[in-house]
């Protein structure tokens, strides 16, 4: 079977950093994406990973590790405006069918 | 920045009813994708499109789904005759090949079209 399973809220403070966790399992793989979705609107790209390790991005880092089916979104000097839902996504096939997650709703409190 | 668009932002319509759903792409992608998100759940994979063809396809894209490329720019998803469970928000997204992998790679996703069947 499919599946993508992360954690459904989190808390966290303005100015700290906080690791958004991922684990999945899908027949195909082709990549992990990080995807942010505010309320009403629709996902946005973070962050792409294909091969184990650690991508950073500004104030976004992602790590994948194959072997063992999971990845983090690392989100670091926190702002208000992080407060989102954040969408872990596994790309299924060559045409890069998305089957995503339920989705972490992240509260940044000041 | 090149985005990918989406008409109508909202539809409202009667349960046994056609609609279609409009999507321009962004314009040199190749790849092309309809996702559904239902109110409070997770984002679904409807249906991918390549080269003039479906590529793949989800349980959800039964026979009352179809998709169209009828001119070089729109993406049209037709839904024959909704039914309450329809409602949803519709996304529209479009990739290109990974430059080193050549796999559909970042998705852009359009604003969405919030269908609402009564």
Redesign the interface.
């Known amino acids: 079977g499919q599946n993508i399973d992360q954690p459904t809220e989190m808390t966290a403070t303005e100015g700290a950093i906080v690791q958004i966790n991922c684990t999945y399992q899908t027949s195909g793989f082709n990549g992990l994406f990080w995807y942010q979705q505010h309320a009403g609107e629709a996902p946005t790209f973070l962050s792409y990973n294909v091969l184990d390790g650690l991508e950073e991005k500004g104030r976004f880092s992602s790590f994948l590790s194959r072997s063992k089916g999971y990845s983090y979104l690392l989100l670091k000097e926190l702002q208000m405006k992080d407060s989102a839902s954040y969408l872990c996504a596994a790309s299924a096939s060559q045409g890069g069918k998305l089957i995503f997650g339920q989705g972490t709703e992240l509260s940044v409190k000041p | 920045e090149p985005e990918v668009t989406q008409t109508p932002s909202h539809q409202v319509t009667q349960m046994g009813q056609e609609v279609i759903l409009r999507c321009v792409p962004i314009s040199n992608h190749l790849?092309f994708?309809w996702?559904r998100q239902i109110l409070g759940?997770?984002?679904?994979?409807l249906v991918?499109f390549?080269n003039n063809e479906i590529?793949?396809k989800?349980e959800i894209f039964d026979d009352q789904f179809s998709v169209e490329r009828p001119d070089g720019s729109n993406f049209t998803l037709k839904i024959r005759s909704t039914k309450l469970e329809d409602s949803a928000m519709y996304?529209c997204a479009s990739?290109d090949p990974?430059r080193r992998?050549g796999?559909?790679?970042?998705?852009?996703?359009?604003?969405?079209t919030r269908l609402t069947v009564t």
């Open positions: 790849y994708y996702y759940q997770k984002v679904e994979f991918s390549y590529s793949e989800s996304f990739s990974h992998t796999i559909a790679y970042e998705q852009y996703f359009g604003p969405g």
